[in-house]
């Protein structure tokens, strides 16, 4: 699958849509995601144009790989979630519920989570 430069992350990244930022620095950003799923829920995205987890792994520089699992960390810790726990999750291709062509993590917490996945 080829990069749509005009995903909503795109245009995001972009300054088209306005997000609620709570975080950036030169190769990420994260904001309040818009349609919560549990009290603390942070999309994290690197900068540059990666479809896919898989994609990201292949192709970016081992600087924006660690910069942005280094990234969440500091955002859930900032967030106040590092402890008692947060759950991180990345979404790849259609099966496992990719929903936006741009990789993107979910940071996730703020309570008891449950099940990762309903039987």
Known sequence: MSY????IFAKILRGEIPCDKVYEDDQILAFNDIGPQAPVHVLVIPKGAYVSQDD???NASDAEIAGLWRAVSKIAG???VAEP???TIQNTGSDGGQEVPHFH??????RKLGRM???
Do not use: M
């Open 105 to 110: 993590v979910h940071i996730c917490g703020g």
């Open 117 to 119: 996945i309903a039987p």
């Open 78 to 80: 900032e967030l106040g």
């Open 56 to 58: 990201f792994n292949a």
């Open 4 to 7: 749509d430069k005009d995903n």
């Open 85 to 87: 726990g947060y759950r």
